[in-house]
Nanobody, 118 residues
Framework: EVQLVESGGGLVQPGGSLRLSCAASGFAFGTNWMHWVRQAPGKGLEWVISIYTHDGRSNFVDSVGGRFTISRDNTKNTMYLQMNALKSEDTALYYC???????????WGQGTQVTVSS
């Protein structure tokens, strides 16, 4: 059974940092694109950043460039999202998701809440 479990969310002040984790199980972790997707209060889903777990290639939305870094540890089947210089507009429920074929995310975690507020 495929499972994705996020952790690491919390309340942080503007300018602060958080590191999210996504622990994966039930599939060969080093063979997929993995993504972080967020949903701000009252808004739709927004793709944030992704990584190809095989070789570490990554892509990100412009609004997080220079602030967010994605990484993975294939020995631990875990993906990470290091978020620095957080802004109030980064407040959202953050999900990790697996891409099975291009553009199709077949498994999602339950989400971890990130709140940026003073």
């Amino acid at each position: 059974e495929v499972q994705l479990v996020e952790s690491g969310g919390g309340l942080v002040q503007p300018g602060g940092s958080l590191r999210l984790s996504c622990a994966a199980s039930g599939f060969a972790f080093g063979t997929n694109w993995m993504h972080w997707v967020r949903q701000a209060p009252g808004k739709g889903l927004e793709w944030v950043i992704s990584i190809y777990t095989h070789d570490g290639r990554s892509n990100f939305v412009d609004s997080v460039g220079g602030r967010f870094t994605i990484s993975r540890d294939n020995t631990k089947n875990t993906m990470y999202l290091q978020m620095n210089a957080l802004k109030s507009e980064d407040t959202a429920l953050y999900y990790c998701a697996r891409e099975v074929v291009t553009g199709h995310f077949d498994y999602w975690g339950q989400g971890t809440q990130v709140t940026v507020s003073s």
